[in-house]
């Protein structure tokens, strides 16, 4: 099947142009926030998908409906994508946002607001692989060539949505100290995710009975969104995502890295990691 692999410029990172346009990356930059606004914020392939899941069921006190009936997309959209405007016209009550913009693009928009941003970091290995097996199934990026080859282009930044070094410490070392700010990582929530649950209902003011928390982590398993087609994007055609190739949902692991990393490649990731994330506070757990 042909790639539809057209990529858009924007601030000096590439964007896949299948779903942004400079018109739609203009109107992030330009986003006007609600205080009522609660934004997700992510490099690619950090649990995007699961932080919009467990809030929409937040928002719904367990309730899991709306995360059975509307996609991801239609309830949590990404600002930067070019349906954006027109989905939220739809969104009623707080508005459910999300956004793989880096900081330095989407700061200017979030100056003075108090909209609500959660921010979710993962490993970085473990985003790697989960990154490049998602190039393989979804057409509307690049073919990743070998593991190796996306293993340097990622390290280099020159991929979609640019460096993962740079995403993660320009959020984290200029928001960290905001009280609209919150950071979790994946690994967290997949190790304690009542705890998990517990913070951001804590920070959403939005606390919970026993039944609604223990619906809310039972609907947003990976289990159940695995099956649960609003989420699991198999409602895209076939020609975007080939699911032939692979899943979304596709492990949901902590350190599944180890499968794909050789010594080696492990090795040249943790020289540039190292020298990368020296003014960085951020620790990651890498293997469970
Ligand atoms: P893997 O490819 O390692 O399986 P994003 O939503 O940011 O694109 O991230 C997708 C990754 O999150 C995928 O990782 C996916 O399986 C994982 N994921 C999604 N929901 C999850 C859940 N409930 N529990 C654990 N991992 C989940």
Redesign the pocket.
Known sequence: MARLDVTEIFHGITFPGHLHTQESLCYATDFKFQDADILIV?Y???????M??LITLVLCRGDPKISQTQPNWARAPWIEQYYCPNILKALKGPRLLTTHLPYKVLAPALQGSKAKVIY?A?NPK?VI??YY??HKMANFLTDPGTFSEFLSSFLDGKVYYGSWFDHVKEWTNNERNNDHFLYIT?EE??EDLHGSLEKVSQFLQCPLLEHESASVKNN???N???DNCM?NYTLIPQEIMDHSKG???????VG?WVNTFSKEQSHIFDVVYNSKMVDSMLTFVWER
């Open positions: 992510t690619p392939k950090s649990g995007t998908t699961w919009q899941e979710v993962r473990d692989v989960s097996y998602f994946y929530m997949w947003c398993s990976f159940t969104m695995k989420v899943r979304f949902m596709r492990k949901g692991q599944d």
